[in-house]
């Protein structure tokens, strides 16, 4: 397990180690769905997904799980950028539905797809620790769109990461907003309330 560095130094290691990690395990987005126990998940209305950019683990399969086992009970949307400071929102979307580019260049729904509020949030992750801690790119952009979702209502953020992206600690400022659990290719971490 990797020692917790200064943010900028860890996220300089964990890109190079998700790009082996990739390589390694091409197949890991496929076996982390099947480590998610998807039949806890039924309580959820619209979970947010993302487009997996790089070397990101693909949230693909772990999103089919979840709409298939609750088929016509819960809503699928993608996030949005419409500026590159602002927090994310999310549009509803389904498996083929077209996409276009964001502020950020990311795939994400037509401008005429409905705006809504997720409360199951499948998040990108660069390091995770078992508290909760998550390291995103640096930009803050999921920091800022979870606090805005959990003023909003309450929303359960589950990372989507390869088990060597866990770290002792991910170094966390006051603004860093945590996971309640994590889904990797070999197992599921629910996060503890009392460590967080």
């Given amino acids: 397990m990797i020692r917790p560095l200064d943010k900028k130094a860890l996220r300089q290691e964990m890109r190079v180690l998700r790009r082996r990690l990739l390589d390694e395990a091409p197949d890991a987005a496929r076996r982390a769905a099947l480590k998610l126990p998807v039949s806890r998940f039924g309580r959820f209305s619209i979970v947010g997904a993302y487009c997996a950019q790089g070397t990101e683990l693909d949230p693909g399969p772990i999103l089919q799980a979840i709409l298939d086992l609750n ?100 170094p966390m400022g006051a603004h860093d907003q945590r996971l309640d659990a994590i889904v990797t290719e070999t197992e599921f971490i629910e996060v503890s309330r009392e460590g967080r």
């Fill in 71 to 170: 088929a016509g009970r819960i809503r699928a949307a993608l996030p949005v950028a419409a500026a590159k400071d602002t927090p994310l929102t999310f549009r509803a979307w389904a498996p083929g539905d077209p996409l276009k580019p964001d502020a950020y260049g990311i795939p994400s729904p037509l401008p005429a797809a409905a705006e809504v509020l997720p409360n199951l949030l499948l998040t990108p992750v660069l390091a995770f620790d078992r508290a909760g801690g998550r390291l995103g790119q640096g930009g803050g952009h999921y920091d800022r769109t979870l606090q805005n979702l959990r003023r909003q209502r309450p929303v359960f953020v589950l990372g989507v990461a390869f088990a060597g992206q866990e770290v002792e600690a991910v």
